[in-house]
């Protein structure tokens, strides 16, 4: 049986970041943020922050892949909405303002069921805004799921999921 998210009160950035070292930024983000990872999976974790509104992902990656610094750090952006009403809105002010989108609908990835919308920033920054339909779907699928209706294979991305739902530029 399928679960329910948790209710959200309202949207709340989403922050992905390509991390070489899963354990030690659980224990990092953990003790900055005071909280617990929410969800743990192999080579992913994510955080519920309550204060300051936050939806921290950690993707793993080689050392090779993330570098070090700041350059590599980041995966995605994203704003999580608390219904599809939001992802429908994001998209229609997308289209307002001429910006190109690319929709994903009832895809698993990043563990979870999910209805998106993705655009990019003018430096190529991938930003998604969306829902989650179901916390923990029964065909639960890594960061790479996504990949497929990109025209990419899974076998292609890094081995950890590092481009996570990504859109390509």
Not at 23 to 39: H, L, Q, T
Not at 85 to 112: H, K
Not at 125 to 132: G, I
Request: net charge negative.
């Amino acid at each position: 049986m399928a679960s329910a998210p948790p209710p959200a009160a309202s949207s709340r950035l989403q922050l992905a970041l390509n991390v070489s070292d899963l354990e030690a930024s659980i224990a990092f983000y953990s003790a900055m943020f005071g909280v617990a990872p929410a969800k743990r999976r192999p080579g992913y974790a994510n955080f519920a922050v309550t204060e300051p509104p936050l939806k921290l992902v950690l993707i793993e990656t080689t050392d090779g892949q993330r570098g070090t610094g700041a350059a590599g750090a980041l995966n995605h952006l994203g704003v999580e909405v608390p219904s599809l009403e939001g992802v429908v809105a994001a998209r229609e002010r997308f289209a307002d303002a001429g910006l190109a989108t690319f929709d994903e609908n009832d895809t698993s990835c990043c563990y979870a069921l999910q209805d998106k919308v993705w655009v990019h920033d003018p430096a190529g920054a991938p930003w998604e805004v969306y829902t989650v339909k179901d916390e923990n779907p029964a065909d639960a699928r890594p960061a790479t799921a996504s990949l497929a209706l990109l025209g990419q294979d899974e076998a292609s991305a890094p081995a950890s999921g590092a481009v996570c739902c990504s859109t390509g530029a």
